[in-house]
């Protein structure tokens, strides 16, 4: 599949779940995106449910305060004190799908390379810096993350026992460790835009590009799919369910 | 003493690097570990320190998996990459060296740490920023603990690349004061002509298995 | 051939207080096209720093106080953006992972002679003479950011190789190098230098500093002309 085409799908799915008000349109939603991060981003979309339990406290937050402060007017409970709204519980769930759904679609694009936006934004014609950029945001937080991991077990191997540290001194350490890993971030980052440009990136002059990636059959039909879905979605009547 | 029992490991769907390897790397002896490049050199040293696990066989310390957190190794070993920027943590050598102050049981002490960095000539770079440094620099940031880690059993990936004379020979010299102390160590090196002498044992990895000669 | 004249690079300290720390200065030299030049020199002496000011890295990128002119073959390369630097120098530098980007080893290679707008012919015989030469031809859709750092060098040689400008830099090369690569590195040595480029080496090896036709010594540079 080409590579603009994944792309294409990651934000169609974001923004159709940002303007669709349908439960069961958003579920569907999420369904798709789900998928799309198991299947498409490796190993990182297999930590995808972990990653999703660690950010349940803020969805049951987000939630509870949906139904406390959302005033709507069929009430599903009524103490008084406080008043459940059948609203309120409905844009509760609203909002955590679409926090889970742009979550799942973002993750979707973990595997895709520097050299697939290249190809995906040369196929629209948007300049070889915007992929080269994109590229870089996608990939920063996977790889902080992925550098932070390497320093606790650099820290680990030098006999420290992180969990029996003084609270104190666990403070300092993860405190140390970011400034280091995020300076080593932006460090390589810088060197890696000098050794591209030594090869000829931004550079003067029309690129030749060996080998061709076209449209295929594959991508025609999901594109056509996501016209007709759309249409579908959009053209019906919007309500919460 | 690490053992080495039945081990194979591959890297996803490409062919094995290991089949059935059987070895026992004793805590007091020196081996040098030779190969071509892409033999698994790194992937065998990542594979004793418990970073990689088996696909089959065992690798055990104490009786304990290597990989398992449980494993009391680095109690008693010190690992260090080929690749420089793994081994530091600190945002300057003199920060990264600080964080040797939280170990147990304690290894060194505040005021050892910037004479320490004179051990291989970097006492000048101690508030440098670490990302700032050459390739050759990070690598000697990176040596600078050793001489306090002379009881420790060493597992050192490529120490010497990037190494200029003087500093090579520093290094040597280390190596030959540890085997005085009859501590063992396992180091990747390609320079065979000046260690294979040195070591007591050299292991060349070929084909999926390990020749041992003394 | 590559003119030097009267270079001169300082570094102001990020340490406050320090004063700031002179590489080299008044260095004049002239390097000749079918000539290997070994940079030699203790850690931290400044090879890197020679390398990249050659390659206009300093001062596009690194911020440094640069004085001085580098002509090739009368053009005066201080004026030369960065992205246009590949016409005549190609680079390695120290650190594999910082030059390796693409999903495979061909896409790697074929990055440059895409840019320069080589024609798909020619960026073939240039891709397959490159995976030949390096023996990579079995391993070519592999990812080289999973392979050896040994590998990984010679990936980047291969990237060099078809790229095929004039003048070659090569920072640490042989550093991770077994006994076959090594050979490997040494025999293109040769055939680079035979078929006129001009290949400037910082390297500690003595199987590739044998090789040099000249040197420059870091060490006696140190804040003195040559």
């Known amino acids: 599949m080409h590579p603009l085409t994944l792309i294409a799908v990651v934000v169609w799915i974001t923004s159709l779940s940002l303007v669709v008000d349908s439960l069961l349109t958003l579920g569907g939603l999420l369904i798709i995106s789900v998928l799309m991060a198991i299947f498409l981003s490796g190993d990182y979309g297999q930590r995808l449910g972990h990653r999703l339990v660690k950010l349940l406290p803020l969805f049951i937050s987000v939630f509870i305060l949906q139904v406390i402060f959302r005033k709507g007017d069929v009430a599903l409970l009524d103490l008084g004190w406080l008043r459940i709204s059948r609203s309120g519980v409905l844009a509760g769930l609203q909002i955590c799908i679409r926090f889970a759904t742009i979550i799942c679609s973002a993750s979707a694009m973990v ?38 991991r390497q320093s606790l077990a650099t820290v680990r191997r030098r006999g420290v026992k992180i969990e029996s540290l003084h609270y104190k001194d666990k403070i300092q350490l993860y405190k140390a460790l970011t400034i280091a890993v995020l300076a080593g971030i932006l460090s390589k980052s810088g060197l890696q835009a000098i050794a591209l440009e030594l090869r000829g990136f931004r550079s003067v002059g029309k690129p030749t590009k060996y080998f061709q990636q076209r449209v295929g059959l594959k991508d025609s039909l999901v594109y056509y799919v996501m016209i007709i879905l759309s249409l579908i979605i959009l053209g019906k009547h919007q309500s919460y369910l | 003493m690490i053992v080495i029992r039945d081990m194979s490991y591959s890297w996803g769907q490409d062919k094995p690097l290991f089949e059935h390897l059987d070895i026992t790397i004793s805590a007091n002896k020196s081996i040098l570990l030779t190969g071509d490049n892409g033999a698994g050199k790194s992937t065998l040293l990542r594979l004793i320190i418990g970073a990689l696990q088996p696909n ?5 310390y104490n009786e304990i998996d290597t990989y398992r957190p449980q494993c009391p190794l680095f109690a008693e070993a010190f690992y260090l990459s080929q690749n420089t920027t793994e081994n530091l943590v600190g945002i300057s050598p003199f920060e990264d060296l600080s964080i040797w102050l939280m170990a147990q049981p304690p290894i060194v002490e505040r005021h050892e740490l910037e004479p320490l960095l004179d051990s291989f000539g970097v006492a000048d770079l101690a508030h440098q920023p670490i990302a700032h440094l050459s390739t050759g620099e990070k690598r000697l940031v990176s040596l600078c603990m050793l001489p306090q880690l002379m009881h420790k059993y060493w597992i050192l990936d490529e120490p010497f690349a990037g190494l200029d004379a003087i500093n090579r020979k520093r290094l040597l010299e280390l190596i030959i004061a540890k085997q005085k102390l009859h501590r063992g160590l396992i180091l990747v090196s390609h320079d065979v002509d000046t260690l294979t002498h040195l070591m007591d044992e050299t292991w060349e990895i070929r084909d999926r298995s390990l020749s041992r000669s003394l | 051939m590559l003119q030097i004249i009267d270079l001169a690079v300082s570094f102001s300290s990020p340490v406050e207080g320090d004063s700031s720390a002179q590489i080299f200065r008044n260095l004049s030299f002239d390097f000749e096209p079918g000539n290997i030049y070994a940079i030699r020199g203790s850690n931290g ?35 030369t953006p960065l992205k246009e630097m590949y016409h005549y120098v190609s680079y390695q530098m120290a650190d594999p992972d910082h030059q390796i980007f693409f999903p495979t080893i061909e896409s790697e290679i074929i990055y440059a002679p895409e840019n320069l707008g080589l024609s798909h012919d020619a960026i073939e015989t240039r891709l397959e003479a490159s995976l030949q030469r390096f023996q990579l031809s079995s391993i070519r859709s592999k990812d080289a950011a999973k392979l050896s750092v040994g590998q990984k060098k010679i990936v ?41 480029k001009l290949i400037i080496i910082a390297d500690h090896k003595s ?20």
């Not at chain 1, 014609?125 to 937080?141: C, D, G, T, W």
């Not at chain 3, 596009?60 to 390369?77: D, F, P, R, S």
């Not at chain 3, 060099?160 to 025999?187: F, H, K």
């Open chain 3, 156 to 196: 980047l040689f291969a990237v060099l190789n078809a790229l095929d400008s004039p003048i070659i830099l090569l920072d640490e090369p042989s550093s991770g190098l077994s006994g076959t690569s090594l050979r490997m590195l040494t025999e293109w040595l040769l055939e680079l230098k035979a078929s006129g």
């Open chain 1, 111 to 148: 595997k895709l390379n520097y050299n697939d936006f290249r190809i995906a934004f040369s196929a629209i014609r948007l300049p070889e810096e915007i992929a080269f950029m994109v590229s870089y945001v996608i990939h920063f937080v996977p790889l902080l993350e992925e550098r932070f």
């Open chain 3, 207 to 226: 199987e590739i500093l044998a090789l040099a036709d000249h040197s420059i010594d870091m060490d006696r540079l140190q804040g003195q002309g040559l």
């Open chain 3, 45 to 79: 002496s400044g090879k890197t720093t020679l390398l990249n000011t050659l390659a206009n890295i300093i001062p596009e990128h690194i911020k440094a106080e640069k004085y001085g002119h580098v002509y090739w073959n009368g053009i005066l390369l201080n004026d």
């Open chain 2, 56 to 60: 089959s066989g065992s690798i055990t």
